[in-house]
């Protein structure tokens, strides 16, 4: 597998580079921003306007789930659930000083020729009365990354992921900003992680790898171009872990608040539109391809994610690289598929590669859906993004903090509190 990871290397190579050449420059400049007439979540493909919620949900969000599965992220395999096994394997009931029980479980999967898994991190205030409220998000390093806490067994390393090869009891706490774990604990709340990459690494689509081969028999008969990319094989696993949650007492599996940042936060998105159980979606910088319009030719574009990184998403999408308007949604869409669910969309001021007034805007103009389905939408705001550090909306909410691409103290007390008015 030697070959796999001198792959992996040259793909991260490639990546910085093609982003700091001139060649990748995108528009950063909104004067240079082309106007894009938007796609009708309440119109059907056959000019039936979307009146009434039943249409909405017998035939209008049908359509729109099938054309990305079709032609963004490739299909949702199904799951045989007796193909699923889970162990407890290590419990500390004083994490924190006393305040919170971790758990290591492993989800384990059966398939031809592979037996993947998954470690999760799960964190639960000890101090609960009865099953609490969590938020499940991927980290990007392992779960030894999210705390200083030694306790947090070391990540194993599979095959072309981005641990391979590192020391990685160097790498202990090194995401540790972006994981307030004893906030959330004192807020009530359960948090559970897991690395993203031992469900498909983050470097191709090779079928061998990760829980590809589980896939295999429902892919059979499907269209090669909509076979599932990595960000829903991502999502499914975040489904899985849901699943597990199930089996948890200590958590209420019907308040699991689905959260991500960037690459994770598109494949939240993806989750939540997929797998109506995650009862809240947070999407951290998620940027093209997650919360921005495709359609708005500012930061990043399809264009660029064709070239460097295309196996996030399925072989069909490639097609529309060049022209962004030919897509026949945009990602406002993507958004309208979690109504009538709480979403929260964030944005960082100096983030532009993501597009925050792309994604503001794809919020806003996911609201006519959320009203039609009886709730206050983004309450009633104009199409104008907020001033920085001043959160808007209502069951569609919406910040643009100040600083760069990553997840802080200001994000996460957000997100507590739209979880405390939805969840608690
Ligand atoms: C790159 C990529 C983004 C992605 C980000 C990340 O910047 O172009 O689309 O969101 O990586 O996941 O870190």
């Not at 990871?5 to 060649?23: G, Q, R």
């Not at 028999?217 to 975040?238: D, H």
């Amino acid at each position: 597998m030697k070959n796999l990871f001198i792959v992996s290397v040259l793909a991260a190579c490639a990546w910085t580079a093609a982003v700091c050449s001139d060649e990748w420059k995108e528009n950063e400049d909104e004067s240079k921003v082309v106007s894009y007439p938007l796609p009708d979540p309440l119109l059907c493909q056959d000019g039936t306007p979307v009146t009434t919620p039943e249409l909405w949900t017998e035939k209008r969000r049908g359509e729109i789930l099938e054309m990305f599965r079709m032609q963004m992220y490739g299909m949702m395999p199904d799951y045989d659930k007796s193909k699923f096994r889970w162990e407890t394997l290590r419990v500390n009931p004083v994490a924190l000083n006393g305040k919170a029980v971790f758990k290591e479980i492993r989800i384990w999967f059966d398939a031809p020729n592979a037996r993947p898994k998954v470690d999760i991190l799960v964190c639960i205030p000890r101090s609960a009365a009865g099953p609490v409220p969590a938020f499940l998000g991927f980290n990007f390093y392992g779960n030894h990354a999210v705390s200083d806490d030694r306790w947090i067994s070391l990540a194993d390393c599979p095959d072309g992921t981005r641990v391979q090869g590192k020391d990685l009891e160097t790498q202990r706490g090194r995401s540790k900003t972006r994981w307030p774990i004893e906030t959330i604990i004192d807020r009530g709340y359960a948090l559970v992680t897991a690395y993203y990459e031992e469900i498909v690494p983050d470097c191709n689509n090779e079928r061998s790898l990760g829980v590809y081969p589980l896939f295999a028999s429902f892919e059979e008969n499907l269209p090669e171009p909509s076979r599932a990319g990595a960000i829903t094989a991502w999502a499914w696993g975040l489904s899985r872990i849901l699943d597990c949650l199930e089996n948890i007492p200590e958590i209420d599996a019907k308040r699991v608040a689905v959260m991500g940042h960037s690459r994770l936060g598109k494949t939240a998105l993806w989750a939540g539109a997929n797998d109506p159980r995650f009862a809240l979606v947070i999407s951290n910088d998620s940027g093209c391809g997650g919360a921005a319009l495709s359609r708005r030719n500012f930061g990043e574009t399809p264009e660029f994610m064709d070239q460097v990184i295309p196996y996030w998403f399925c072989q069909y999408y490639s097609r529309y690289a060049k022209d962004p308007t030919q897509i026949p949604f945009d990602q406002h869409e993507l958004i309208t598929l979690i109504a009538p669910r709480p979403v929260y969309v964030a944005s960082a001021d100096e983030d532009l590669w993501a597009d925050p007034k792309g994604e503001f805007l794809s919020a806003w103009n996911a609201d006519p859906v959320y009203r039609l389905l009886g709730t206050a939408g983004i309450g009633g705001i104009a199409d104008v993004p907020p001033e920085t550090n001043v959160p808007v909306g209502e069951v569609i909410r919406y910040h643009r903090r100040s600083g760069k691409h990553d997840v802080t103290d200001f994000d996460w007390n957000e997100y507590l509190n739209f979880a405390d008015k939805y969840m608690k």
